[in-house]
């Protein structure tokens, strides 16, 4: 239920920094599990980051390809989620896809989340 739109993805060079943006329409997003996934031609959806609901304790969670240079976060008054990428290198090109759900087993298996944004672009090349 709802829609999940997304905006931000562009052409960076390695090593730059970008932020995308996911806005929630339709229903409450602090009261869902938030995560971010991407996917490259050829290869599976990959989750990168994930975020416990808001009336849990918030809880954040990274894949240890994107751990310590990306930040989950989300804007409850504007019912929006964030991915902040830093340090941003060639292999990170892929669509970045956000999603919302109730997730009750691993956070990084898609079938778990029952909103989707339509996906953004990123591609990182100098």
């Known amino acids: 239920q709802g829609q999940l739109v997304e905006s931000g993805g562009d052409l960076v060079q390695p090593g730059g920094s970008l932020r995308l943006s996911c806005a929630a329409s339709g229903f409450t997003l602090a009261d869902y599990d938030i995560a971010w996934f991407r996917q490259a031609p050829g290869k599976e959806r990959e989750g990168i980051s994930y975020?416990?609901?808001?009336?849990?304790?918030?809880?954040?969670y990274y894949s240890d390809s994107v751990k310590g240079r990306f930040t989950i976060s989300r804007d409850n008054a504007k019912n929006t989620m964030y991915l902040q990428m830093d340090s941003l290198k060639p292999e990170g090109t892929a669509a970045y896809l956000c999603?919302?759900?109730?997730?009750?087993?691993?956070?990084?298996?898609?079938?778990?989340?029952?909103?989707w944004g339509q996906g953004t672009q990123v591609t990182v090349s100098s």
């Open positions: 975020m416990k609901n808001s009336i849990s304790d918030s809880s954040t």
């Open positions: 999603a919302a759900g109730v997730v009750s087993g691993s956070w990084y298996k898609s079938r778990g989340y029952a909103s």
